[in-house]
C-alpha cells in the first residue's frame, strides 16, 4: 500500500522544449485524496505531508547546493552536466534529546537493474556543529523502487546533546537525480510489541515504549477494555519486569499472565501516556491454535483472507475484514471456504497465510485489503516491504517500521496477479460497482501479503491474487451488500479459471 500525497509532484527543466530536457515526474497511484492510509495521516501532517513541526529545506531555495541546477520544483543532478558535490547543507534550529529522522525526497530518471542497484545516488550526514558524525547513510539507487516517481528516504539518528545539528547531502555522480526537499523532525515516539502469535505456556511478550516522554504510563486493553490496574500489579509484584535505557523503556510479561488477564483469542493494546494524552500505541493478537483446515472433500477449496482493524487505535472497520467474514460461501455451488482474520502486521500475516496454504493446499486464495474509494483489482506485488511513502515511514499495528527489506530474499521483484481480473472487471462494473485496475498496492502489509501469496502459488494449479475493497468507515447493511457482491464475483471467476485449468 503507498501512502496518500496531498500535492501532484512534477518538475520540468526551466525551459521545457530545450533539446535534452527532462521529462516530467511521474504520479504515483494514489497521489489522489482517496489514497491509501488517511488514518495515519489525520491530524499528524500538514497539508503537503510534512509531519507537524518539521523544519523543511526545499531544494531550489532553501539549501546550500555546490552541484547542480535549479528548476522550479527542484533541484537536477546530471551525469556529464555536473561534478560530485553537495546538493544539500544547512542548519537546524534547536533540537532537543532522543530519536529524530533526516528524510530526504528525491527521484532518480531511470529505474536500476543487477549490481547496479547498489550505487549510492546520493549520501546523507548528520552532525554535530563541531563536526562530529552523528549518523551517515548512502542512499543507494535501490531505495528509489520506481523512476520518475518521488520517494522517501530517512537517516534516523540519535541526539544525546541540546543544540543545533547540521545536516549535508551529497550527490555522487553515479545517476541521474531530482532533490524536492530535505525534512527534519523528531522520530514519531512509538510502541514495538513483540509479533502476534499462537499462545504458548510460559513464553514471553515484550512491550518497547520508544523515545517516550518522561513520567510517561503504560496502558493496557484487552479486545477494547482497559485492564491498566491489573497490568500495573504485575509489574509491582515482580511478575512483569521493566528496563529504562535513555531513548525506550522495555516490558517483559509472561504471556500466562496477560491471557489471564485476556482470555484467547485475545487482541491487545499497549498505550504510551503522557499528560494527559496518548503518544502511541500499538496492538497485536493472541491466538489458541493456528487456523484449523475446514475445507469439504470433494469441492473447490477456497481461502479467504481479510484484515483487523488499523491503525492500532482504529474504532471504525475495516472493510476487508467484514467482507470476508460476512461472506457466504453458499452463494457459489461447489465450494468450501476457510476464512482468516488476519492482524496488520509485515510477516506475521503472510506467515498465517502461507502456514494456512501449505497444510490445507487451497485450490483458491485471494487476499482483501482496505484501500482507496472504489475496488481496486491489484496486477502487481513487489518484493519490498517500505512504509516511507510517509515522511519517515509508519508503523503497522505491532509498531514496526519497515525500510525497504525483501519480502523474500533473493525472490524476483515483481510477481503478477493469478486472478481473472478481466472477468471480475467487467462483472463489477455490469454491476454498478465502481472498480479499476492498480499496479501499486502500496508496500505496506497488503503487498507484503499479496506477494507471499504469489509465492506460495508460483508454479501450482491454484488461482491467486488479491483485491483492495473500498474504505469504509463503518459498514452498514448497504455496504455490507457490495461487499458480497465484490467477493462473490472474485471467487466465483477464480473457480471458473480454475476449472478451466489443465
Known sequence: MTLLALTLFGCGSEDPSAEGAPVAARTPRDAAPDGLFRDFMDGKYDGVGHPLDAEVWEAELDCKPTTGASQPEARRFAQGAHAAGVACR???????????????????????????????VFTAKVKTPGGATL??????WASFPSALTYANVPLRFTHATSGAVELELTWNDQVDARLDYVELFRATQNVLITPSQVFAPGAQLEVEAQDAPKGFSLGYFCNGSEQTDSLDALLASGAAT??????????????????????????????????????????????????????????????????????????????????????????????????????????????IAASAIARCSPDIVIGFGQGRSEVDLETTAYNTKNSAELSGGFADNRGHIAGGEAIVGGGPAELSTGLPKEAIFAELTQSGIAVGYSDDPGRFVCNNLFYRIMTESAGKPRVSGFVHLPYIHTVDAADQKMLDQVVRTAVSAAVKKHQALP
Open 90 to 120: 544547512a542548519t537546524s534550529k534547536t533540537i532537543g534529546l532522543g530519536r529524530f529522522t533526516l528524510n530526504v525526497r528525491a527521484l532518480v530518471e531511470k529505474a536500476c537493474s543487477g549490481s547496479a542497484c547498489d550505487l549510492p
Open 135 to 140: 549518523e551517515e547513510k548512502a542512499l543507494s
Open 242 to 351: 521493566r528496563e529504562d535505557t535513555d531513548f525506550r523503556s522495555v516490558f517483559r510479561f509472561v504471556a500466562d499472565d496477560l491471557v489471564e488477564i485476556c482470555p484467547l483469542p485475545s487482541r491487545l493494546r499497549f498505550t504510551v501516556t503522557a499528560g494527559g494524552f496518548t503518544r502511541a500505541q500499538a496492538r497485536i493478537s493472541l491466538f489458541e491454535e493456528e487456523p484449523p483446515c475446514t475445507f469439504e472433500p470433494n469441492t473447490t477449496r477456497v481461502l479467504l483472507t481479510g484484515f483487523e482493524p488499523f491503525p492500532a487505535d482504529s474504532t471504525h472497520d475495516n472493510s476487508s475484514e467484514r467482507a470476508v467474514v460476512g461472506f457466504d460461501p453458499k452463494s457459489v455451488p461447489g465450494i468450501s471456504v476457510m476464512k482468516l482474520t488476519l492482524p496488520v502486521e509485515y510477516d506475521t500475516a503472510p506467515g
